[in-house]
């Protein structure tokens, strides 16, 4: 039986751990990572509309930073915290992916 026991995984629920075979499927998945709160990421893919700040600009939190069209409907992406624009890394016009990293905040 100790041979066997490289083929399970431990998992974790309610405080409980449990040995558990894994499909092919969950192995391939993609991992989970905690987000970096200075990275705006898309949260839809679209199209970017109109860029509405510059490098070294500083934004409080609530202002619209950017414009994204998702299927014919205009999406503002507002600054969560007061910070500083770091860098952008998309263009006007450009078509992005979800989870695409649009600007970085110092």
């Given amino acids: 039986m100790e041979e066997n026991n490289s ?10 751990m449990y040995l558990s075979l894994s499909t ?14 200075k990275e705006i990421r898309s949260i839809i893919p679209g199209s970017v509309i109109e860029i509405l700040v510059t490098v070294g600009q500083k934004v409080k939190a609530g202002e619209v930073l950017l414009i994204l069209d998702s299927m ?8 969560p915290y007061d910070g500083i624009i770091k860098s952008i890394h998309i263009s ?3 078509r992005i ?3 695409t990293v649009m600007l970085l905040i110092e």
């Fill in 72 to 79: 014919k409907m205009y999406t503002k992406i507002e600054m």
């Fill in 7 to 16: 083929k399970y995984q431990v998992f974790v629920v309610n405080s409980g």
């Fill in 97 to 99: 992916p979800k989870n």
């Fill in 24 to 37: 092919k499927k969950y192995d391939l998945r993609k991992k989970w990572h905690k987000s970096d709160p």
């Fill in 92 to 94: 006007q016009g450009d």
